[in-house]
């Protein structure tokens, strides 16, 4: 079975400073590999997915992730935290197309002004 | 375009009353998720469809829940009696089944069961 960990419940990191959002996963096949943030009182909105091809992925807001696949892998990176950034974080995965997305547990994000 | 639109926004009911919760995804998509979000569960896999048809309903807490798409623009997630531990936020989100890529999300029914 396919599932996803976030082994942190909360990061907090100062503004200016990177950021890295760890996810680490486990399915029978190729993975496909997303995140997604989730603000306040709002639905999960996309940043980013990686299918296949070069692992550095590139999302919205200058967010980016790296997978790795001897390490099963896909943690999220920012160059430069903004406290705009401060939201909860959602990795998941599916191994096939045309199914469902299993999420993490989803981690919590605080940047400091 | 429009997104995936999720009524009422906000439900509160009281213990044993049926709840029924609508969906109305992405013109075009044809795979339609149900997920519930709880503090302690987080996001969870309720039961989604592909072409209108059940393809997984394993998450499906017990047999007072039931979904249904009647059609491709519209679906329902019913909780009949409801109960206090249902309380939660239920998403449904919808994509194109033979693609790889993402879900789109609606806003969420933010249910409150006395």
């Known amino acids: 079975a396919q599932s996803v960990a976030q082994p942190e419940d909360q990061v907090k990191v100062a503004e200016g400073n990177p950021l890295t959002v760890k996810c680490t996963y486990s399915?029978?096949?190729?993975?496909?590999l997303f995140w997604y943030v989730q603000y306040p009182n709002r639905g999960l909105q996309f940043l980013l997915k990686?299918?296949?091809?070069?692992?550095l992925v590139k999302g919205s807001y200058g967010f980016e992730a790296e997978f790795n696949k001897s390490q099963t892998s896909f943690h999220l990176k920012k160059p430069s935290a903004l406290v705009s950034d401060s939201a909860l974080y959602f990795c998941?995965?599916?191994?096939?197309?045309?199914?469902?997305?299993?999420f993490g547990k989803g981690t919590t994000l605080s940047v400091s002004s | 375009d429009a997104g995936v639109i999720q009524s009422p926004r906000h439900e509160v009911t009281e213990m044993g009353q049926e709840v029924t919760l609508r969906c109305k995804p992405i013109?075009?998509?044809?795979?339609l998720f149900w997920y519930r979000q709880t503090m302690m569960r987080g996001l969870e896999l309720l039961i989604y469809?592909?072409?209108?048809?059940?393809?997984?309903d394993s998450g499906m807490p017990e047999d007072r829940f039931s979904a249904k798409m009647p059609n491709a623009s519209f679906s329902t997630l019913k909780i009949q009696p409801s109960e206090p531990r249902d309380s939660a936020v239920y998403f449904c989100?919808?994509?194109?089944?033979?693609?790889?890529?993402?879900?789109?999300f609606g806003e969420g029914s933010r249910l409150t069961v006395l």
């Open positions: 469809f592909n072409n209108n048809v059940p393809i997984d």
């Open positions: 989100a919808s994509s194109w089944t033979s693609g790889t890529g993402e879900l789109f």
């Open positions: 013109s075009g998509h044809n795979s």
């Open positions: 399915v029978s096949g190729n993975p496909y």
């Open positions: 998941a995965v599916r191994d096939q197309a045309g199914t469902a997305l299993i």
């Open positions: 990686y299918i296949t091809g070069d692992n």
